[in-house]
Protein backbone atom coordinates (compact mmCIF):
# COMPACT_ATOMS: atom_id res chain seq x y z
CA UNK A 1 0.00 0.00 0.00
CA UNK A 2 1.32 3.33 -0.61
CA UNK A 3 2.30 4.99 2.12
CA UNK A 4 0.30 8.56 1.69
CA UNK A 5 -2.87 6.18 1.36
CA UNK A 6 -2.05 3.97 4.59
CA UNK A 7 -1.02 7.08 6.69
CA UNK A 8 -4.05 8.54 5.77
CA UNK A 9 -6.34 5.30 6.56
CA UNK A 10 -4.62 5.00 9.89
CA UNK A 11 -5.15 9.02 10.97
CA UNK A 12 -8.73 8.55 10.29
CA UNK A 13 -9.00 5.35 11.85
CA UNK A 14 -7.03 6.98 15.48
CA UNK A 15 -8.11 10.73 15.32
CA UNK A 16 -10.57 11.35 18.37
CA UNK A 17 -14.03 12.29 16.77
CA UNK A 18 -16.15 15.64 17.49
CA UNK A 19 -18.50 14.43 19.85
CA UNK A 20 -15.44 12.54 21.80
CA UNK A 21 -13.88 15.22 22.14
CA UNK A 22 -17.09 17.34 23.17
CA UNK A 23 -17.81 14.81 25.53
CA UNK A 24 -14.29 15.13 26.92
CA UNK A 25 -14.25 18.71 26.76
CA UNK A 26 -17.26 18.94 28.71
CA UNK A 27 -16.22 16.78 31.25
CA UNK A 28 -13.00 18.36 31.87
CA UNK A 29 -14.44 21.92 32.34
CA UNK A 30 -16.80 20.33 34.71
CA UNK A 31 -14.45 19.02 37.39
CA UNK A 32 -11.79 21.73 36.91
CA UNK A 33 -15.09 24.36 37.80
CA UNK A 34 -15.90 22.04 40.69
CA UNK A 35 -12.55 22.74 42.13
CA UNK A 36 -12.25 25.96 41.38
CA UNK A 37 -15.64 26.65 43.10
CA UNK A 38 -14.21 25.13 46.25
CA UNK A 39 -12.57 26.46 49.24
CA UNK A 40 -8.89 25.31 49.90
CA UNK A 41 -5.31 26.27 49.27
CA UNK A 42 -5.13 25.65 45.85
CA UNK A 43 -4.27 28.40 43.44
CA UNK A 44 -4.95 26.77 40.56
CA UNK A 45 -6.39 24.18 38.19
CA UNK A 46 -5.31 22.97 34.14
CA UNK A 47 -5.80 19.93 32.25
CA UNK A 48 -2.75 18.23 31.22
CA UNK A 49 -1.46 15.33 29.11
CA UNK A 50 -1.97 14.14 25.81
CA UNK A 51 -5.58 14.95 26.08
CA UNK A 52 -4.91 18.77 26.72
CA UNK A 53 -2.42 18.85 23.97
CA UNK A 54 -5.13 16.68 20.87
CA UNK A 55 -2.51 14.48 20.72
CA UNK A 56 -4.32 11.60 22.28
CA UNK A 57 -5.95 8.70 20.26
CA UNK A 58 -9.47 7.65 19.96
CA UNK A 59 -10.80 6.16 22.54
CA UNK A 60 -8.21 7.05 25.18
CA UNK A 61 -10.51 8.53 27.38
CA UNK A 62 -8.01 9.62 30.08
CA UNK A 63 -8.00 12.48 31.78
CA UNK A 64 -4.86 14.20 34.15
CA UNK A 65 -6.38 17.40 35.88
CA UNK A 66 -3.32 19.22 37.94
CA UNK A 67 -4.68 20.50 41.35
CA UNK A 68 -2.00 23.31 41.98
CA UNK A 69 -0.67 24.13 45.32
CA UNK A 70 1.51 26.95 46.42
CA UNK A 71 5.24 26.62 46.81
CA UNK A 72 5.37 27.30 50.26
CA UNK A 73 2.98 24.78 51.51
CA UNK A 74 3.73 21.83 53.71
CA UNK A 75 3.83 18.73 52.36
CA UNK A 76 1.83 16.89 54.73
CA UNK A 77 -1.11 19.60 54.41
CA UNK A 78 -0.41 19.69 50.63
CA UNK A 79 -1.06 15.87 50.54
CA UNK A 80 -4.24 15.89 52.62
CA UNK A 81 -5.91 18.66 50.12
CA UNK A 82 -4.89 16.71 47.24
CA UNK A 83 -7.38 14.20 48.74
CA UNK A 84 -9.49 16.29 49.81
CA UNK A 85 -10.40 17.62 46.57
CA UNK A 86 -9.71 14.41 44.83
CA UNK A 87 -12.61 12.90 46.75
CA UNK A 88 -15.08 15.86 46.32
CA UNK A 89 -14.27 15.16 42.63
CA UNK A 90 -15.50 11.42 42.91
CA UNK A 91 -18.22 11.72 45.42
CA UNK A 92 -20.96 9.28 43.84
CA UNK A 93 -18.38 7.67 41.49
CA UNK A 94 -15.95 4.52 41.73
CA UNK A 95 -12.53 6.05 42.85
CA UNK A 96 -9.21 4.67 44.37
CA UNK A 97 -6.28 6.23 46.04
CA UNK A 98 -3.15 5.73 44.08
CA UNK A 99 0.84 6.67 44.56
CA UNK A 100 3.47 7.92 42.42
CA UNK A 101 5.48 9.95 44.53
CA UNK A 102 2.61 11.18 46.64
CA UNK A 103 -0.81 10.16 46.80
CA UNK A 104 -3.50 10.63 44.66
CA UNK A 105 -7.40 9.99 43.82
CA UNK A 106 -8.09 8.12 40.18
CA UNK A 107 -11.41 6.97 39.11
CA UNK A 108 -14.13 6.74 36.71
CA UNK A 109 -16.56 9.46 35.45
CA UNK A 110 -19.07 8.81 32.96
CA UNK A 111 -16.95 6.28 31.09
CA UNK A 112 -13.44 8.35 31.81
CA UNK A 113 -10.36 7.55 33.35
CA UNK A 114 -9.88 10.59 35.67
CA UNK A 115 -6.81 11.66 37.68
CA UNK A 116 -7.29 13.98 40.07
CA UNK A 117 -3.15 14.87 40.51
CA UNK A 118 -1.92 17.43 43.51
CA UNK A 119 1.41 19.63 42.23
CA UNK A 120 3.40 22.34 43.50
CA UNK A 121 3.43 25.51 41.48
CA UNK A 122 6.71 26.28 41.04
CA UNK A 123 8.45 29.06 38.94
CA UNK A 124 10.83 26.04 37.01
CA UNK A 125 10.84 22.62 35.87
CA UNK A 126 14.13 22.29 38.12
CA UNK A 127 13.30 23.67 40.94
CA UNK A 128 10.09 20.85 41.76
CA UNK A 129 9.19 19.74 44.97
CA UNK A 130 7.77 16.64 43.70
CA UNK A 131 8.04 14.64 40.66
CA UNK A 132 4.85 16.05 39.17
CA UNK A 133 5.22 19.68 39.25
CA UNK A 134 7.19 19.54 35.42
CA UNK A 135 4.14 18.50 33.99
CA UNK A 136 2.18 21.85 34.07
CA UNK A 137 5.55 23.13 32.33
CA UNK A 138 6.00 20.29 29.63
CA UNK A 139 1.98 21.16 29.14
CA UNK A 140 3.17 24.68 27.91
CA UNK A 141 6.10 23.75 26.32
CA UNK A 142 3.86 21.46 23.82
CA UNK A 143 0.59 23.66 23.41
CA UNK A 144 3.27 26.45 21.98
CA UNK A 145 5.27 23.39 19.56
CA UNK A 146 2.79 21.07 18.60
CA UNK A 147 0.41 23.04 16.57
CA UNK A 148 -1.90 22.09 13.29
CA UNK A 149 -0.58 18.71 11.74
CA UNK A 150 1.65 18.01 13.98
CA UNK A 151 -0.96 16.60 16.16
CA UNK A 152 -1.97 14.02 13.81
CA UNK A 153 1.70 13.10 13.30
CA UNK A 154 1.95 12.63 17.19
CA UNK A 155 -0.71 10.04 16.65
CA UNK A 156 0.82 8.39 14.32
CA UNK A 157 4.12 7.85 16.25
CA UNK A 158 1.83 7.24 19.21
CA UNK A 159 -0.05 4.39 17.33
CA UNK A 160 3.09 2.76 16.01
CA UNK A 161 4.72 2.47 19.28
CA UNK A 162 1.52 0.87 20.57
CA UNK A 163 1.68 -1.68 17.84
CA UNK A 164 4.82 -3.05 18.50
CA UNK A 165 4.11 -2.90 22.30
CA UNK A 166 6.71 -0.30 22.73
CA UNK A 167 4.46 2.33 24.35
CA UNK A 168 4.58 3.09 27.91
CA UNK A 169 7.21 4.33 31.16
CA UNK A 170 5.39 1.54 33.20
CA UNK A 171 7.77 -0.88 34.72
CA UNK A 172 6.43 -3.60 32.54
CA UNK A 173 6.73 -1.60 28.97
CA UNK A 174 9.74 -0.46 29.69
CA UNK A 175 9.33 2.19 26.66
CA UNK A 176 8.60 5.08 25.18
CA UNK A 177 6.17 7.63 27.61
CA UNK A 178 4.06 9.53 25.45
CA UNK A 179 5.97 12.71 26.22
CA UNK A 180 9.03 11.46 24.52
CA UNK A 181 6.51 11.15 21.56
CA UNK A 182 5.76 14.34 21.05
CA UNK A 183 9.21 15.68 21.62
CA UNK A 184 10.69 13.28 18.89
CA UNK A 185 7.91 14.64 16.80
CA UNK A 186 9.13 18.40 17.11
CA UNK A 187 12.29 16.91 16.82
CA UNK A 188 12.03 15.66 13.36
CA UNK A 189 8.89 17.46 12.41
CA UNK A 190 6.91 14.30 11.31
CA UNK A 191 6.08 10.83 11.61
CA UNK A 192 7.98 9.36 8.02
CA UNK A 193 10.89 12.04 9.09
CA UNK A 194 10.85 10.31 12.77
CA UNK A 195 10.63 6.75 11.74
CA UNK A 196 13.49 7.13 8.67
CA UNK A 197 15.88 9.04 11.92
CA UNK A 198 14.86 6.35 14.38
CA UNK A 199 16.08 2.98 11.97
CA UNK A 200 19.47 5.08 12.17
CA UNK A 201 19.62 5.29 15.65
CA UNK A 202 22.85 3.77 17.91
CA UNK A 203 22.82 2.89 21.39
CA UNK A 204 23.37 6.24 23.71
CA UNK A 205 21.40 8.39 21.30
CA UNK A 206 20.97 12.07 22.12
CA UNK A 207 17.93 14.61 21.54
CA UNK A 208 18.28 17.95 22.80
CA UNK A 209 15.46 20.32 21.73
CA UNK A 210 17.01 23.13 23.57
CA UNK A 211 20.47 22.24 23.49
CA UNK A 212 20.97 22.38 27.37
CA UNK A 213 24.08 20.17 27.28
CA UNK A 214 26.85 19.05 25.02
CA UNK A 215 26.24 15.54 23.33
CA UNK A 216 29.26 14.31 25.26
CA UNK A 217 27.97 16.03 28.07
CA UNK A 218 24.73 14.29 28.27
CA UNK A 219 26.18 10.81 27.51
CA UNK A 220 28.21 11.50 30.75
CA UNK A 221 25.98 12.22 33.18
CA UNK A 222 23.29 9.41 31.73
CA UNK A 223 25.99 6.69 30.56
CA UNK A 224 23.42 3.54 30.88
CA UNK A 225 20.98 4.96 28.98
CA UNK A 226 19.72 3.44 25.42
CA UNK A 227 18.02 6.65 24.70
CA UNK A 228 19.09 10.50 26.08
CA UNK A 229 15.80 12.93 25.35
CA UNK A 230 16.77 15.97 27.58
CA UNK A 231 13.76 17.30 29.00
CA UNK A 232 13.12 20.76 27.43
CA UNK A 233 11.76 22.17 30.92
CA UNK A 234 14.36 20.55 33.66
CA UNK A 235 18.23 19.55 31.92
CA UNK A 236 19.22 17.71 34.37
CA UNK A 237 16.57 14.96 33.48
CA UNK A 238 16.36 12.05 30.67
CA UNK A 239 12.50 11.55 29.86
CA UNK A 240 13.84 8.41 28.22
CA UNK A 241 15.40 6.98 31.20
CA UNK A 242 12.19 4.26 31.30
CA UNK A 243 13.55 2.75 27.98
CA UNK A 244 15.51 -0.66 28.30
CA UNK A 245 17.95 -1.57 25.44
CA UNK A 246 15.61 -4.39 24.24
CA UNK A 247 12.85 -1.92 23.12
CA UNK A 248 15.13 0.67 21.85
CA UNK A 249 16.43 -2.13 19.44
CA UNK A 250 12.93 -3.40 18.66
CA UNK A 251 11.90 0.06 17.76
CA UNK A 252 15.27 0.49 15.36
CA UNK A 253 14.53 -2.68 13.93
CA UNK A 254 10.88 -2.03 13.15
CA UNK A 255 11.50 1.35 12.19
CA UNK A 256 13.53 -0.26 9.22
CA UNK A 257 10.89 -3.30 8.69
CA UNK A 258 8.58 -0.58 8.25
CA UNK A 259 10.40 2.21 5.68
CA UNK A 260 11.10 -1.72 3.95
CA UNK A 261 7.44 -2.78 3.64
CA UNK A 262 5.26 -0.42 4.86
CA UNK A 263 2.04 -2.28 6.79
CA UNK A 264 -1.25 -1.25 8.66
CA UNK A 265 -0.46 -4.55 10.69
CA UNK A 266 2.67 -2.21 12.23
CA UNK A 267 0.42 0.49 13.95
CA UNK A 268 -2.63 -2.12 15.06
CA UNK A 269 -0.55 -5.51 15.66
CA UNK A 270 -1.51 -8.66 14.60
CA UNK A 271 -3.87 -11.18 16.43
CA UNK A 272 -1.36 -14.30 17.94
CA UNK A 273 -3.21 -17.23 17.15
CA UNK A 274 -3.18 -20.05 19.63
CA UNK A 275 -1.56 -23.01 19.02
CA UNK A 276 -3.77 -26.34 19.39
CA UNK A 277 -2.89 -28.61 22.61
CA UNK A 278 -0.99 -30.91 20.04
CA UNK A 279 1.39 -28.48 18.41
CA UNK A 280 2.11 -26.88 22.24
CA UNK A 281 3.34 -30.30 23.56
CA UNK A 282 5.62 -31.02 20.44
CA UNK A 283 6.88 -27.71 20.88
CA UNK A 284 7.64 -28.52 24.59
CA UNK A 285 9.54 -31.86 23.91
CA UNK A 286 12.25 -29.36 22.05
CA UNK A 287 12.72 -27.21 24.99
CA UNK A 288 13.42 -27.34 28.72
CA UNK A 289 11.20 -25.12 30.51
CA UNK A 290 10.17 -25.30 33.95
CA UNK A 291 8.09 -22.01 35.86
CA UNK A 292 7.67 -20.25 39.07
CA UNK A 293 4.10 -19.39 39.74
CA UNK A 294 3.53 -17.18 42.58
CA UNK A 295 -0.17 -14.87 43.34
CA UNK A 296 -0.91 -11.41 42.89
CA UNK A 297 -1.07 -9.35 45.84
CA UNK A 298 -4.49 -7.99 46.65
CA UNK A 299 -4.81 -4.15 46.10
CA UNK A 300 -1.40 -3.69 45.03
CA UNK A 301 -0.10 -1.23 42.55
CA UNK A 302 0.59 -3.37 39.32
CA UNK A 303 3.94 -0.90 38.55
CA UNK A 304 5.31 -1.86 41.36
CA UNK A 305 4.35 -5.43 41.30
CA UNK A 306 6.09 -5.53 37.89
CA UNK A 307 9.30 -4.05 39.42
CA UNK A 308 9.49 -6.57 42.15
CA UNK A 309 8.49 -9.58 39.67
CA UNK A 310 11.70 -8.31 37.50
CA UNK A 311 13.49 -8.37 40.30
CA UNK A 312 12.84 -11.20 41.57
CA UNK A 313 13.14 -13.03 37.96
CA UNK A 314 16.99 -11.62 37.98
CA UNK A 315 18.10 -13.13 41.44
CA UNK A 316 16.37 -16.33 40.63
CA UNK A 317 18.22 -16.60 37.01
CA UNK A 318 21.51 -15.81 39.17
CA UNK A 319 20.73 -18.59 41.81
CA UNK A 320 19.73 -21.54 39.07
CA UNK A 321 23.59 -20.21 37.04
CA UNK A 322 25.26 -20.41 40.40
CA UNK A 323 23.56 -23.67 40.89
CA UNK A 324 25.01 -25.03 37.23
CA UNK A 325 21.27 -24.57 35.48
CA UNK A 326 22.49 -22.64 32.06
CA UNK A 327 19.16 -20.32 31.59
CA UNK A 328 18.94 -19.77 27.65
CA UNK A 329 15.45 -17.40 28.50
CA UNK A 330 13.33 -16.18 31.39
CA UNK A 331 10.54 -14.05 30.92
CA UNK A 332 7.61 -13.03 33.13
CA UNK A 333 4.08 -12.79 32.73
CA UNK A 334 1.03 -11.78 34.74
CA UNK A 335 -2.58 -10.90 34.97
CA UNK A 336 -2.58 -8.84 37.21
CA UNK A 337 -5.34 -9.97 39.40
CA UNK A 338 -3.83 -13.17 40.46
CA UNK A 339 -1.40 -14.69 38.90
CA UNK A 340 2.00 -14.68 38.40
CA UNK A 341 4.80 -16.81 36.54
CA UNK A 342 8.13 -16.85 35.42
CA UNK A 343 9.06 -18.72 32.99
CA UNK A 344 12.83 -20.15 32.74
CA UNK A 345 14.45 -22.25 29.29
CA UNK A 346 17.02 -24.04 30.34
CA UNK A 347 20.21 -26.07 29.14
CA UNK A 348 18.67 -29.44 30.94
CA UNK A 349 16.68 -29.62 33.97
CA UNK A 350 18.97 -32.78 35.23
CA UNK A 351 22.60 -32.14 36.19
CA UNK A 352 24.94 -34.88 36.83
CA UNK A 353 25.83 -35.86 40.30
CA UNK A 354 29.10 -34.44 40.81
CA UNK A 355 30.85 -31.00 38.94
CA UNK A 356 34.57 -30.31 38.10
CA UNK A 357 35.88 -27.70 40.14
CA UNK A 358 39.11 -25.88 38.86
CA UNK A 359 41.59 -24.26 41.65
CA UNK A 360 45.07 -22.69 41.44
CA UNK A 361 48.07 -22.92 39.85
CA UNK A 362 50.32 -25.65 41.75
CA UNK A 363 52.84 -22.99 42.09
CA UNK A 364 50.81 -20.97 43.67
CA UNK A 365 51.46 -22.53 47.27
CA UNK A 366 49.00 -20.40 49.30
CA UNK A 367 46.33 -20.69 47.51
CA UNK A 368 46.68 -24.49 46.84
CA UNK A 369 46.83 -25.34 50.61
CA UNK A 370 43.58 -22.87 51.02
CA UNK A 371 41.77 -24.65 48.25
CA UNK A 372 43.05 -28.14 49.40
CA UNK A 373 42.08 -27.07 52.83
CA UNK A 374 38.62 -25.56 51.65
CA UNK A 375 36.86 -28.49 49.66
CA UNK A 376 36.48 -31.77 52.24
CA UNK A 377 34.10 -33.90 50.19
CA UNK A 378 36.00 -34.84 47.17
CA UNK A 379 34.60 -37.71 44.78
CA UNK A 380 37.91 -37.80 42.55
CA UNK A 381 40.88 -36.09 42.91
CA UNK A 382 42.95 -33.63 43.74
CA UNK A 383 45.06 -33.84 40.23
CA UNK A 384 46.73 -31.91 38.12
CA UNK A 385 45.22 -30.56 34.77
CA UNK A 386 47.36 -27.99 32.89
CA UNK A 387 49.63 -27.05 35.71
CA UNK A 388 46.50 -26.68 37.62
CA UNK A 389 44.50 -28.32 40.75
CA UNK A 390 41.20 -30.21 39.81
CA UNK A 391 38.83 -32.04 41.99
CA UNK A 392 35.06 -33.31 41.23
CA UNK A 393 32.84 -32.99 43.80
CA UNK A 394 29.27 -33.67 44.58
CA UNK A 395 26.61 -30.90 43.42
CA UNK A 396 23.70 -30.17 46.34
CA UNK A 397 21.21 -29.94 43.49
CA UNK A 398 20.66 -32.39 39.93
CA UNK A 399 16.94 -31.30 39.56
CA UNK A 400 16.07 -27.80 39.10
CA UNK A 401 12.77 -28.49 40.36
CA UNK A 402 14.43 -29.71 44.08
CA UNK A 403 16.53 -26.54 43.65
CA UNK A 404 13.79 -23.87 43.23
CA UNK A 405 11.31 -25.34 45.61
CA UNK A 406 14.30 -25.35 48.24
CA UNK A 407 14.75 -21.48 46.71
CA UNK A 408 11.27 -20.87 47.26
CA UNK A 409 10.85 -21.67 50.66
CA UNK A 410 13.97 -19.42 51.34
CA UNK A 411 12.89 -16.62 49.96
CA UNK A 412 9.48 -16.71 51.75
CA UNK A 413 11.64 -15.74 55.22
CA UNK A 414 14.23 -13.30 53.73
CA UNK A 415 11.91 -11.12 50.73
CA UNK A 416 9.41 -8.42 51.88
CA UNK A 417 6.57 -6.01 50.67
CA UNK A 418 4.66 -7.06 48.06
CA UNK A 419 6.96 -10.27 46.47
CA UNK A 420 6.56 -12.02 50.02
CA UNK A 421 2.78 -11.60 49.74
CA UNK A 422 3.34 -12.82 46.01
CA UNK A 423 5.26 -15.87 47.33
CA UNK A 424 2.79 -16.64 50.33
CA UNK A 425 -0.71 -16.29 48.30
CA UNK A 426 0.42 -19.90 46.36
CA UNK A 427 3.96 -20.27 45.08
CA UNK A 428 4.60 -23.36 43.18
CA UNK A 429 7.10 -25.12 40.64
CA UNK A 430 5.31 -25.93 37.32
CA UNK A 431 6.66 -28.12 34.89
CA UNK A 432 5.42 -28.72 31.60
CA UNK A 433 2.27 -30.84 32.00
CA UNK A 434 1.19 -27.77 34.46
CA UNK A 435 2.11 -25.33 32.13
CA UNK A 436 0.00 -27.31 29.19
CA UNK A 437 -2.85 -27.43 31.90
CA UNK A 438 -2.67 -23.37 32.27
CA UNK A 439 -2.36 -23.04 28.99
CA UNK A 440 -6.03 -24.48 28.27
CA UNK A 441 -7.65 -22.39 31.51
CA UNK A 442 -6.26 -19.07 30.62
CA UNK A 443 -6.66 -17.35 27.09
CA UNK A 444 -4.14 -14.39 28.38
CA UNK A 445 -1.70 -17.04 29.68
CA UNK A 446 -2.02 -19.08 26.64
CA UNK A 447 -1.31 -16.26 24.17
CA UNK A 448 1.91 -15.14 26.41
CA UNK A 449 3.37 -18.75 25.95
CA UNK A 450 2.73 -19.38 22.25
CA UNK A 451 4.50 -15.79 21.34
CA UNK A 452 7.40 -16.87 23.91
CA UNK A 453 7.53 -20.29 22.30
CA UNK A 454 7.43 -18.51 18.75
CA UNK A 455 10.82 -16.63 19.57
CA UNK A 456 9.82 -14.24 17.23
CA UNK A 457 9.81 -10.67 16.41
CA UNK A 458 6.02 -10.04 15.38
CA UNK A 459 6.83 -7.64 13.04
CA UNK A 460 9.27 -9.49 11.32
CA UNK A 461 6.42 -11.03 9.64
CA UNK A 462 4.08 -8.64 8.16
Known amino acids: MHNKKLIEDVIKKITPGKQERKNQEKLAE ?10 GSHVEVMLCGSSARDTHLKGDNDLDIFVLFPEKLDREE ?29 GKINGFDVEIIPSYKVSKGELKQSAVDRSPFHNKYLLKKLTGKKKGEVRLLR ?83 ALSLNQFSRIVAASRAFLKKPSKKFFFGKKEKLWQI ?35 ARKT ?24 VIVFEVESRLL ?52 LQDFLKKEKRVEKGELKKAINKGSAILQEKNLVELYKKNK ?19
Not at 281 to 288: F, G, I, N, R, Y
Not at 292 to 311: E, H, S
Not at 334 to 340: G, L, P, R
Not at 381 to 397: A, D, F, H, L
Request: hydrophobic residues 40%.
Open 30 to 39: KIMKAIRTTS
Open 78 to 106: FEKEGLRLGKKVFRGHKWEKAFSEHPYIK
Open 159 to 241: QFLKGIKCYGADTKASSVPGYVVELLIIEYGGFLKAIKAISTWTQGKVIDLEKHCGKGDAKKLFQSASLIVIDPVDKNRNVAA
Open 278 to 312: KRLKAMLLKKELVAVKLGFPKKALADIVWGQIQRF
Open 317 to 340: EKQLQLNGFTVLRSEAWTDEKKAI
Open 352 to 403: QKSTVKQGPFVTDEKNSLAFLGKHRKVIAGPRIEQGRWIIEIPRKYTRIEKF
Open 444 to 462: EFAEFLTTYLKGEEEFLRY
